[in-house]
């Protein structure tokens, strides 16, 4: 890493992964992650007891078994796909900017990332989280660790983010162009194109969070430029709260009995594909579906580091880097 002229860099983030497909190391992700207050906003005081003497002994091992199945040889998806997200970009404007990558969990830490850069005189950064829709639990959480690592600077550089992007025009159209590549390569016809967003408690809502009207305006725009029916689902549902109806396996498994056999699914909250679209919709959606009487299920990829999602990501950073980069 070496300062341009400009002393500018772009910060890329995302929520992270264990470092490998075992239960010690799901253990130690899951445990830096169900620790977040943003993540599970319940008392400490209630809630450690329950993840240290239930979750942490059980839940690994499965999820273990989960990134066994989507794992590759470059390592778990999330993280080579942000990899090639970053160096994409870092094809796109050679040694004019700096663009680094940071995870808000697990290695590759977003403080760790922060220093460096200011460590290399780096002292405008635009923090980027990953994430078109904005919610508490995974933005306000990266800008948490953001302002920790800030907290303990004497000298500060000054910081840019990238706002939420859900009913931009350039992250609609690269959807739409994305969605239209993939589906015209299928080797049947959809009758419903199911939109999956991360669920969230249904608490987050009332309590102020927009996350639910952001997924909702996203597939509002989206479906004005479809002809084809788009419903919306939420997945990833955990613990017995009330989460955000409906619920992405119910909506899978009531479609056959509605007449409706054949589907692609497709998830535009994620910027890139990981254990939720790989292994929670890819494989258990697909089973869900299949078994209720459906025939034909297609699994959509993200944006990850496609031409369209890497046009819109430049595009974007572009535009919040105005005034900093590129020089007059």
Not at 17 to 36: G, H, I, K, M, W
Not at 56 to 72: C, D, F, G, M, Q
Not at 234 to 242: D, E, N, P, T, V
Request: charged residues 20%; proline residues 7%.
């Amino acid at each position: 890493m070496s300062a341009n002229v400009n002393n500018v860099a772009v910060l890329l983030t995302n929520l992270g992964t264990p470092d490998a497909p075992e239960p010690s190391a799901v253990r130690r992700y899951l445990a830096e992650f169900l620790s977040d207050p943003r993540v599970v906003e319940i008392s400490p005081k209630i809630w450690k007891p329950v993840l240290y003497g239930v979750i942490l002994r059980t839940r690994p091992a499965k999820s273990a078994r989960a990134y066994r199945e989507i794992w590759t040889d470059e390592g778990s998806p999330l993280m080579a796909i942000s990899k090639r997200q970053a160096e994409a970009l870092r094809n796109r404007y050679g040694d004019a900017l700096c663009v680094g990558l940071a995870m808000r969990y697990g290695d590759a830490s977003i403080g760790y990332a922060l220093s460096k850069m200011v460590d290399h005189g780096f002292n405008r950064i635009l923090v980027a989280p990953l994430y078109p829709q904005y919610c508490a639990a995974t933005t306000a959480s990266a800008m948490d660790a953001v302002a920790a690592e800030l907290a303990a600077m004497r000298s500060q550089p000054a910081i840019r983010t990238l706002p939420p992007y859900f009913d931009d025009p350039l992250y609609i159209d690269a959807l739409k162009a994305s969605l239209d590549r993939q589906m015209a390569a299928l080797d049947f016809t959809p009758e419903r194109l199911l939109l999956s967003f991360h669920g969230m408690p249904e608490r987050t809502r009332t309590l102020g969070d927009p996350y639910y009207e952001q997924c909702r305006a996203t597939a509002s725009l989206l479906a004005k430029k479809f002809a084809l029916p788009i419903d919306v689902a939420f997945q990833s549902r955990f613990g017995r709260a009330r989460w955000l109806q409906p619920a992405t396996e119910a909506v899978l498994a009531s479609y056959p009995a509605q007449g409706v056999k054949r589907i692609a699914i497709a998830a535009p909250g994620f910027s890139a594909d990981c254990l939720e679209t790989l292994e929670e919709l890819g494989i258990r959606g697909r089973e869900t579906f299949l078994h209720a009487g459906g025939s034909h299920f297609a699994l959509i990829d993200c944006l990850n580091d496609s031409a369209e999602g890497m046009a819109m990501l430049d595009a974007l950073i572009r535009r919040e880097l105005a005034g900093w980069w590129p020089p007059a």
